[in-house]
């Protein structure tokens, strides 16, 4: 199985779609494209991001902003520094809401809180190119434990659950790094019944294993963590080995909702 992750778009079309065009143009296509959420909160076309995401059949996690346009809540449940901060996110929220369409927020209120994928293993059924990558890199995590004196460390659990969220399978705003505590990161597997969890919101691009599970960020392609005009996401190969691969791309930046008095008119 081979699939790539995008996670919190904030309504930036310009991004997604430079996203989406570099994942079209990888040498190894992927089979599925998945959302780790927030498809809309700070970008001017919440409308076109739903569209194009629902016209590339990409299937989108329920993220804290999403949420929070869907259901009128309060706050975007993200902690701000000053209140200045969470007056402009607020008002952002609260643009995005009025903006979308009947349609496009029903498609926000229908978003599930998470994806679940199932690896198929057969004899035939993985491509020999994967097959080889991950012959290869099992052949280097070999002569690391040699290197190391660890031979004797058991081979990594295959991966047959893989469990994609925002946040954190507890909470949509629920920070996971790479950094994250191992007492945490427990709670959180236990939770997930996952081998493999991919979240996003904290906008890290990571790889992490603890607790027996392994732990992936995609990356943001756009919003607070991401740089303007930058985007990131990964591409994951589950076969008999977990391959991850962070990408990077650019596209021309926009302001965010976040940082313009005036964002413009809404649909009412």
């Known amino acids: 199985m081979r699939f790539a992750v995008i996670s919190d778009i904030h309504g930036n079309l310009a991004a997604l779609e430079a996203v989406l065009g570099d994942i079209d143009a990888l040498e190894d296509p992927v089979e599925r494209i998945v959302c780790a959420g ?9 409308n076109a991001v739903v569209e194009l995401l629902q016209s590339r059949e990409i299937t989108a996690v ?47 209120r229908q978003m599930p809180k998470d994806i679940r994928l199932f690896p198929i293993f057969r004899g035939t059924g993985v491509k020999r190119d994967e097959l080889e990558r991950a012959q290869r890199s099992q052949g280097r995590d070999m002569l690391i434990r040699m290197a190391f004196g660890n031979i004797g460390r058991s081979a990594p659990r295959r991966i047959k659950k893989v469990l994609v969220v925002h946040g954190s399978p507890r909470a949509f705003n629920e920070n996971i790094r790479s950094d994250s ?54 591409v994951v190969t589950v076969t008999s080995d977990l391959v991850v691969e962070f990408r990077r791309t650019t596209y021309g930046a926009q302001p965010s909702l976040k940082t313009m008095t005036d964002p413009g008119p809404s649909a009412d």
């Open 38 to 46: 927030d498809v809309v909160g700070l970008g001017h076309e919440p």
């Open 181 to 234: 505590a191992n007492s945490i990161l427990a709670t959180i597997a236990k939770a997930a019944d996952a081998d493999l969890l991919i979240s996003g919101h904290s906008g890290e691009a990571f790889e992490h294993k603890a607790t027996g599970m392994t732990f992936v960020g995609p990356g943001a392609v756009s919003g607070p963590h991401a740089l303007a005009g930058h985007s990131a996401y990964a």
């Open 62 to 108: 329920r993220g804290n902003y999403d949420d929070a346009v869907a259901f009128d809540r309060l706050s975007s449940g993200v902690d701000f520094a000053n209140i200045e901060e969470e007056q402009a996110d607020y008002r952002a929220v609260e643009w995005t809401r009025r903006q979308l369409s009947t349609a496009n927020m029903e498609y926000l």
